[in-house]
């Protein structure tokens, strides 16, 4: 299971970012995080072509599809879909990783017998302004 955001465990933060200019603010080799949504295309379009790393925040089975045909690296969705988002995902040998928010460490015991493939926290969230 990967760890974003836990306390004693080090990993990578993620660069909520809400269009292109933001992306300039961030860090070489961020993982960029953003929202699905049709209007945010031409943002998912640019860090194609310049083949950034980026997770999408989706809130259907559909945007789950979507947001790995598009190349993202992380998916994250909602605690109600995240049996079914990573089952697909096993399915369809997806290449990017499944994950969801948690409030609480206790959580974590319920998403690992899930099979979720990861669990972030709040705080590994970064937001950059344009």
Same mark, same amino acid.
């Given at each position: 299971?990967?760890? =974003?955001? $836990?306390?004693?465990? &080090?990993?990578?933060?993620? #660069? $909520?970012?809400? !269009?292109?200019?933001?992306? *300039?603010? /961030?860090?070489?080799? &961020? /993982?960029?995080?953003?929202?699905? !949504?049709?209007?945010?295309? !031409?943002?998912?379009? #640019? ?12 809130? /259907?089975?559909?945007?789950?599809? #979507?947001?790995?045909? *598009?190349? &993202?690296? #992380?998916? =994250?969705?909602?605690? !109600? %879909?995240?049996? /079914? ?7 369809? %040998?997806?290449? &990017? ?6 409030? $609480? ?26």
């Amino acid at each position: 299971m990967l760890f =974003f955001g $836990h306390r004693f465990i &080090a990993n990578e933060n993620f #660069y $909520h970012i809400l !269009d292109i200019d933001a992306i *300039l603010k /961030t860090p070489p080799q &961020a /993982t960029l995080f953003l929202k699905w !949504d049709e209007n945010n295309l !031409d943002i998912i379009s #640019y860090m194609q072509e310049n083949n950034l790393s980026f997770a999408l925040e989706v809130e /259907t089975l559909e945007a789950v599809m #979507y947001a790995s045909a *598009l190349g &993202a690296c #992380y998916i =994250f969705v909602p605690k !109600d %879909l995240v049996k /079914t988002a990573q089952s697909v995902a096993e399915n369809y %040998l997806f290449d &990017a990783k499944i994950l969801v928010f948690i409030e $609480h460490e206790k959580e974590i015991e319920s998403m690992a017998l899930l099979g979720i493939d990861g669990v972030v926290f709040a705080n590994a969230i970064v937001k950059i302004s344009s």
